[in-house]
């Protein structure tokens, strides 16, 4: 007879016995403490928190909130629902399919982190706390009082480890107690099972998938024309903490079962949430970071091809762009191409992504016999000799082909079939400017990228990747073809960069070498297109697009931290990768990263006779 048991010398899970409490407060009272709260800190947005309209937002206005009092509203109204729902109010179980309590933390976190920042902001713009109004002061109290009582709710703590060593030094002591209060940090947070959800109408859940695109964009929307420092920061608080309050009540799981099911209406209306996305705007301002953003995720879904289901590590990425850009520029009738050719849209588009794929045949065919750091670094040197290349080519040191560093400049705007991407244009009562016409284009090679990711991955060559990422040495035993299916990956990725490099000529008007770097502040670069694809999760499509959004759109108003922008740019990559390391989006069919938390393995030992 066998029984399962602990690996010997494998600390086993610490089981949590008992309710505790992280202060001192009855159950009851800390439950309408932190309901009260939270409403009094969504009422206190609707005052003045400031006499002077000098603080950017104009917090001096009674009766509506405005600036950084917005994402303060949000995040009270999310802890408020939150709050009752833990009382158990009927319609409200919907909230919470994983429990209240954690997300109440979280939600009244984020109000008061929020609340607090933005009268801490006020302060030293100011010159003091005699700057702030009575609403300031109810604010600051109510996000407090709501986070005192969100944090005096009974939770799980879990037992310590009995100390190994009874003659342990301090320091060990220490360690050790560190770690305790790690865990029941951990514990404060974390989130029940989840419930069974009720079976719903394909109607009914079509409404919800609607429902919660519309959320995205709004969200996005708003986040992306923050106007000044303060208030992207703001966003930034409340949108993480809430979005982390989501997915301990449940709401993030139960969504992302629920647009499974429903995997093509769910794309569809992503796609068309995200051609909503200009009528937003009352210029041109943002289809710009649009635009941009679009072109970035496009080279990322391509790097995924290689990096997520191929499992190859390519550090020169952003090479196949430039080639992709040059070759469509030098083809678009610029004057500073030397081949005085301006061929129509649609060759410029053979022209960039068959360029594109024949570098990538020709630099994959003799390095993909590589792997791993060798394979990196091999890939890595590409991406820089093509960038020394490029600089000269100028007629000095080198044939006159793309102007050195100055580039191809003074490239046109595109026109097909009569339609200038160049001029404003009207459709339907809303001036369509330059950079939204090219959002427009961007956005349908987007969708034909998602289509060859997504028919790739579940092809038989795109598992013939998927088995190479996961063991080459088994895949080759099972007569894969190792090098033909790397190959594959390679020229695949390399033909969508270059897809995408000939709509970013374009759109910058100008091509030079500096824009195609290995590590640089503004991507698209090697780094940023990596991380992109890491951060949003391997292999997934939805993944690089997050990714790549997040990744241009923070650094991009995060500037006002001069020099430390990398530098907290940075931190919150490894924080990010410490706590989440397969990345925001997971791939369902990818073995999840392990946890600390992850359960030891099981043993079969003798029991009895």
């Known amino acids: 007879m066998t029984t399962p048991t602990t690996a010997p010398g494998t600390p086993g899970p610490r089981e949590a016995r008992t309710p505790a409490r992280l202060l001192p407060l009855p159950e009851r009272a800390a439950r309408a403490l932190a309901l009260g709260g939270s409403a009094l800190t969504a009422l206190s947005t609707f005052l003045a928190w400031t006499w002077t309209a000098d603080f950017p937002g104009d917090l001096t206005v009674y009766g509506y909130p405005g600036g950084l009092q917005v994402p303060v509203l949000a995040g009270a109204l999310l802890a408020t629902l939150l709050a009752l729902a833990s009382y158990g109010v009927k319609g409200l179980r919907w909230l919470v399919p994983a429990g209240a309590d954690p997300a109440l933390r979280l939600a009244a976190l984020a109000a008061f982190a929020t609340s607090w920042y933005t009268l801490l902001a006020i302060s030293a713009d100011l010159g003091g706390l005699v700057n702030l109004e009575p609403g300031g002061f109810l604010a600051a109290t109510a996000a407090l009082a709501a986070l005192t009582g969100a944090l005096a709710l009974p939770f799980r703590r879990p037992d310590p480890d009995p100390a190994d060593d009874p003659d342990a030094t301090g320091r060990a002591t220490t360690r050790h107690r560190l770690a305790h209060a790690w865990a029941t940090t951990r514990a404060l947070f974390a989130a029940g099972s989840l419930r069974p959800a009720s079976t719903l109408p394909a109607y009914a859940e079509t409404l919800i998938i609607t429902g919660i695109l519309a959320f995205g964009l709004a969200v996005f929307t708003y986040g992306i024309g923050t106007e000044y420092d303060?208030?992207?920061?703001?966003?930034?608080?409340?949108?993480?903490?809430?979005?982390?309050?989501?997915?301990?009540?449940?709401?993030?799981?139960?969504?992302?079962?629920?647009?499974?099911?429903?995997?093509?209406?769910?794309?569809?209306?992503?796609?068309?949430?995200?051609?909503?996305?200009?009528?937003?705007?009352?210029?041109?301002?943002?289809?710009?970071?649009?635009?941009?953003?679009?072109?970035?995720?496009?080279?990322?879904?391509?790097?995924?091809?290689?990096?997520?289901?191929?499992?190859?590590?390519?550090?020169?990425?952003?090479?196949?762009?430039?080639?992709?850009?040059?070759?469509?520029?030098?083809?678009?009738?610029?004057?500073?191409?030397?081949?005085?050719?301006?061929?129509?849209?649609?060759?410029?588009?053979?022209?960039?992504?068959?360029?594109?794929?024949?570098?990538?045949?020709?630099?994959?065919?003799?390095?993909?016999?590589?792997?791993?750091?060798?394979?990196?670094?091999?890939?890595?040197?590409?991406?820089?000799?093509?960038?020394?290349?490029?600089?000269?080519?100028?007629?000095?040191?080198?044939?006159?082909?793309?102007?050195?560093?100055?580039?191809?400049?003074?490239?046109?705007?595109?026109?097909?079939?009569?339609?200038?991407?160049?001029?404003?244009?009207?459709?339907?009562?809303?001036?369509?400017?330059?950079?939204?016409?090219?959002?427009?284009?961007?956005?349908?090679?987007?969708?034909?990228?998602?289509?060859?990711?997504?028919?790739?991955?579940?092809?038989?060559?795109?598992?013939?990747?998927?088995?190479?990422?996961?063991?080459?040495?088994?895949?080759?035993?099972?007569?894969?073809?190792?090098?033909?299916?790397?190959?594959?990956?390679?020229?695949?990725?390399?033909?969508?960069?270059?897809?995408?490099?000939?709509?970013?000529?374009?759109?910058?008007?100008?091509?030079?070498?500096?824009?195609?770097?290995?590590?640089?502040?503004?991507?698209?670069?090697?780094?940023?297109?990596?991380?992109?694809?890491?951060?949003?999760?391997?292999?997934?499509?939805?993944?690089?697009?997050?990714?790549?959004?997040?990744?241009?759109?923070?650094?991009?108003?995060?500037?006002?931290?001069?020099?430390?922008q990398l530098f907290a740019f940075g931190v919150a990559l490894i924080l990010l990768m410490r706590f989440r390391p397969e990345g925001l989006l997971p791939h369902r069919r990818r073995p999840r990263a392990p946890h600390e938390d992850a359960a030891p393995p099981t043993l079969p030992t003798k029991a009895g006779a």
Not at 402 to 428: C, Q, R
Request: aromatic share 12%; proline share 4%; net charge neutral.
């Open 230 to 564: 303060e208030q992207f920061t703001g966003f930034l608080i409340t949108a993480g903490l809430g979005f982390a309050a989501l997915g301990r009540a449940g709401l993030i799981a139960r969504a992302s079962r629920l647009t499974a099911r429903h995997r093509t209406t769910t794309t569809c209306g992503a796609f068309l949430a995200a051609a909503l996305f200009p009528f937003t705007q009352t210029d041109d301002q943002y289809a710009t970071l649009g635009v941009y953003i679009l072109v970035f995720a496009t080279v990322a879904l391509g790097l995924n091809i290689v990096v997520g289901l191929a499992g190859l590590l390519d550090l020169g990425y952003v090479a196949f762009l430039g080639v992709g850009a040059y070759a469509a520029s030098l083809v678009s009738g610029s004057p500073s191409s030397p081949f005085d050719a301006h061929v129509p849209f649609w060759a410029a588009v053979l022209v960039g992504a068959t360029a594109s794929l024949v570098f990538g045949v020709l630099i994959g065919a003799p390095t993909l016999r590589l792997r791993g750091d060798y394979l990196a670094i091999v890939t890595l040197g590409f991406g820089e000799i093509f960038r020394i290349t490029a600089n000269n080519l100028d007629g000095i040191s080198g044939p006159d082909i793309t102007n050195g560093s100055n580039g191809v400049s003074a490239i046109p705007d595109l026109d097909v079939l009569g339609f200038d991407f160049g001029t404003p244009h009207d459709l339907g009562g809303f001036t369509i400017g330059r950079f939204a016409n090219y959002f427009f284009l961007m956005l349908i090679i987007t969708a034909v990228v998602v289509l060859v990711f997504h028919r790739s991955g579940d092809s038989r060559i795109g598992r013939a990747w998927i088995a190479i990422r996961e063991d080459e040495t088994a895949a080759l035993a099972m007569g894969i073809n190792g090098f033909r299916v790397k190959l594959t990956a390679f020229a695949a990725g390399a033909c969508l960069a270059g897809l995408a490099g000939t709509v970013q000529a374009h759109v910058t008007y100008t091509v030079t070498p500096e824009q195609y770097l290995f590590a640089g502040p503004i991507p698209p670069n090697s780094a940023f297109l990596l991380a992109a694809v890491v951060l949003g999760g391997m292999g997934t499509i939805s993944g690089p697009l997050i990714g790549a959004a997040l990744l241009f759109l923070i650094p991009n108003k995060l500037q006002f931290l001069g020099n430390y």
